[in-house]
């Protein structure tokens, strides 16, 4: 199994600047492609950003193309993402995940293990 961690979220206004993380633990994590998805209420749960096993691929929602980062820690099990410039309509639960691959993964349903979710709030 493999546990995922999220912290990071809070209160921001626009145009803040908030930073995520997200820590692995379990059985040896080796080879995960991870994302960060998000879901406002009453909506779905979207992808945000997506990186692969190597960190040397990303993917990002037009949305946010410019304004979010996501990376990854020198020891791979630690994914971060870094969120400027931030609106109102960002508001949202973010969900870290992990997928078993290399390559970047953008399908929710693929995904195979999921952090708690972290509170995100960008007030106007």
């Known amino acids: 199994q493999v546990q995922l961690v999220e912290s990071g979220g809070g209160l921001v206004q626009a145009g803040g600047s908030l930073r995520l993380s997200c820590a692995a633990a379990?059985?040896?994590?080796?080879?995960?492609?991870m994302g960060w998805f998000r879901q406002a209420p009453g909506k779905e749960r979207d992808i945000v950003a997506a990186i692969s096993w190597s960190g040397d691929s990303t993917y990002y929602a037009d949305s946010v193309k410019g304004r979010f980062t996501i990376s990854r820690g020198n020891a791979k099990n630690t994914v971060y993402l870094q969120m400027n410039s931030l609106k109102p309509e960002d508001t949202a639960i973010y969900y870290c995940a992990a997928v078993r691959g290399l390559r970047v993964i953008t399908n929710p349903s693929n995904y195979n293990y999921w952090g708690q979710g972290t509170q995100v709030t960008v007030s106007s």
């Open positions: 379990g059985r040896t994590f080796s080879s995960y492609a």
